[in-house]
């Protein structure tokens, strides 16, 4: 989330993300080509809206999540924290700031749920 120049990206894990994220797809196009047919209909049917309403809202929530979080990241740089929606932590030298909004109150980190949900 902070870029800097002097970090490194391990290149082992950039090859294994395309491997994997290439052969996931062809899979999936192959099973979807080849393999099963659905018409038309299928598009309108209860658990297709159904299953696309729940991957949005999941999407949704881990967009909103990780903005928030960003957000909080972006203005820790010598800001004072807001009572209403972060809670500093002393022992850092550094500000750190805990929100305690939304779906921040129900689970740790709503970013990951949505991703679950996803």
């Not at 870029?3 to 797809?25: A, E, G, K, M």
């Not at 309403?53 to 999941?58: A, Q, T």
């Amino acid at each position: 989330m902070r870029p800097s120049p002097n970090r490194n990206f391990p290149v082992i894990i950039l090859i294994s993300d395309v491997c994997f994220n290439i052969y996931n797809v062809y899979v999936q196009a192959r099973s979807l080509s080849h393999f099963r047919s659905y018409p038309p209909t299928w598009l309108s049917s209860p658990q297709f809206v159904v299953g696309c309403m729940i991957f949005l809202c999941g999407m949704l929530t881990n967009v909103w999540a990780d903005s928030i979080l960003i957000s909080l990241r972006k203005s820790s740089k010598g800001d004072a924290p807001s009572p209403t929606n972060t809670s500093p932590s002393e022992s850092s030298s550094k500000l750190y700031k805990i929100p305690m909004a939304g779906l921040f109150d129900l689970v740790t980190c709503p970013n990951y749920l949505g991703e679950m949900i996803e």
